[in-house]
């Protein structure tokens, strides 16, 4: 028995080892995310940031990814990368910005993958891409899986609706159909479509969005008359 419990206290022991010696990167991790999340949260307040404090948190998640490369904080980053790319306080040179992004575009590969069931991350995804090389077929697959991926979310619609407007071209027309299901699902469950009307900021975009819900009865005159109201 007295060998049993030395047994027992060694394993004990071990483990109590083990789980330091596991828990340390991802305590180390999380503080160096903590540190930047004042400047995320700028971000997601919609203000704008300045290059110090955009550097010392990218610095920040840098570290925190260093010890613990875990999917979330890749996706913190990319985030961070976006905000700086388009919310400083200044322009800041393409060249800095085509960079952000390009960086940005890896950690959403590598989160993604980590972490795939998320709405907002691939629709970042696929903003990213638009802004790197513009309308693509590149663009429509992280479309698609953000819309797959979280297709009730009403706040990520307006943005959707721009990034499927602007990709037009790059769809098949399989994927205009799978489209179109969840515009017409969207469009029954908004009571206010303003929004519609101010996502259409080219020529076409009148006649695309007309074709998405080609298929819905009434929708036509429906939209007639919110144009009407949003733009008189």
């Known amino acids: 028995m007295p060998v049993v419990s030395w047994l027992l206290r060694g394993l004990l022991g071990l483990g109590c080892a083990a789980l330091g010696y596991f828990a340390w990167p991802v305590a180390v991790g999380a503080w160096y995310a903590q540190k930047a999340d004042l400047v995320i949260n700028r971000l997601r307040d ?9 550097l010392a948190a990218i610095g920040d998640f840098d570290r925190a990814i260093g010890a613990n490369p875990s999917a979330g904080y890749h996706l913190d980053r990319s985030e961070l990368l976006v905000g700086a790319s388009t919310n400083l306080n200044w322009a800041a040179p393409d060249s ?8 940005a575009e890896a950690d959403l590969e590598t989160g993604l993958a980590g972490a795939p069931a998320r709405g907002v991350a691939w629709l970042r995804f696929a903003a990213v891409r638009l802004a790197l090389d513009g309308p693509s077929p590149r663009v429509v ?24 407007l602007r990709t037009w071209n790059s769809f098949t027309d399989a994927e205009r159909a799978r489209i179109a299901a969840y515009v017409v699902m969207t469009w029954e469950a908004s009571s206010d479509r303003r929004w519609f009307v101010s996502a259409m900021s080219q020529a076409a975009d009148e006649l695309y969005l007309r074709m998405l819900l080609a298929d819905l009865p009434g929708a036509q005159e429906e939209l007639s008359t919110w144009i009407g109201l949003v733009r008189r």
């Open 96 to 103: 800095q910005r085509e960079q952000w992004l390009h960086m």
């Open 46 to 54: 919609g203000k704008s940031i300045n290059l110090p404090d955009a």
């Open 141 to 164: 697959g992280p479309l698609l899986m953000s819309i797959e991926t979280a297709p009730v979310m009403p706040r990520l619609w307006p943005a959707r609706l721009e990034l499927i």
